[in-house]
Every structure is written in structure tokens, then in C-alpha cells.
């Protein structure tokens, strides 16, 4: 059974930084695309972020460019999101999802992605 844990979320004030994590366990993936995808209220998940196995290709949101970076750690099979500059409207349940069916394709809807976390509340103040 396949277990991905986030953490790292939290309150945090507008302009702050908050940096997530993704522990993926109990399967061993083949080069798997990693990704997040965040959930506001009322609000339907939408793609963040999500960098290849190798890391070479990473793709972001618009909303998030140049605020948001993506990396991963193969030998713990953990992936990252570092959150600068964080906005109110970032405000959301963040989800972490492995992709375990294409290694190079980087997807961005929730169908390209077969494994989910359970979230993890960002708040951002203003």
C-alpha cells in the first residue's frame, strides 16, 4: 500500500515562507512524477507544481512562478515545495501526488495522477 505524508504546513504571515515536504512509503516507484496541487475552499485542486525523477523538468502554475520552488530527494523518496513570498490567496490544502505511470510527461490535472496525500492546511494572513 502506497503512503505519501505531507508536513510542513502551517500559519504564516503574508510575504513569509513556509517549505512542505512529501514522504512517499510502502512502494517502490519507477522514476514516478511528483507534484502538488493545492485545494482553497469552495474551490476546485489545482496543479502547483511538479518536477521528472530526475529532477531536469520542472513545470509550475503561473500563480506560483518564480515564488514557489519544486525538488525532490530520490534516495529518500521525499519531494519539496518551497514557499517565498507567500500571498493570501495561497491560502488553500496542499496535496502532494505521484504520477507512477510516466516518467518524462509532467502533468497538470488531478487524472494524471494516481496516488494522493491526505493535505496539508497553508494559511497565509494578511
Known amino acids: 500500500q502506497v503512503q505519501l505524508v505531507e508536513s510542513g504546513g502551517g500559519l504564516v504571515q503574508a510575504g513569509g515562507s513556509l517549505r512542505l515536504s512529501c514522504a512517499a512509503s510502502?512502494?517502490?516507484?519507477?522514476?514516478?512524477?511528483m507534484g502538488w496541487f493545492r485545494q482553497a475552499p469552495g474551490k476546485e485542486r489545482e496543479f502547483v507544481a511538479a518536477?521528472?525523477?530526475?529532477?531536469?523538468?520542472?513545470r509550475y502554475a503561473d500563480s506560483v512562478k518564480g515564488r514557489f520552488t519544486i525538488s525532490r530527494d530520490n534516495a529518500k523518496n521525499t519531494v519539496y515545495l518551497q514557499m517565498n513570498s507567500l500571498k493570501a490567496e495561497d491560502t488553500a490544502v496542499y496535496y502532494c501526488?505521484?504520477?507512477?505511470?510516466?516518467?518524462?510527461?509532467?502533468?497538470?490535472?488531478?487524472?494524471?495522477?494516481?496516488?494522493w496525500g491526505q493535505g496539508t492546511q497553508v494559511t497565509v494572513s494578511s
Open positions: 501526488a505521484v504520477d507512477s505511470t510516466r516518467f518524462l510527461v509532467i502533468g497538470v490535472t488531478t487524472t494524471s495522477y494516481n496516488y
Open positions: 518536477t521528472t525523477w530526475s529532477g531536469s523538468s520542472t
Open positions: 510502502g512502494r517502490t516507484f519507477i522514476r514516478p512524477v
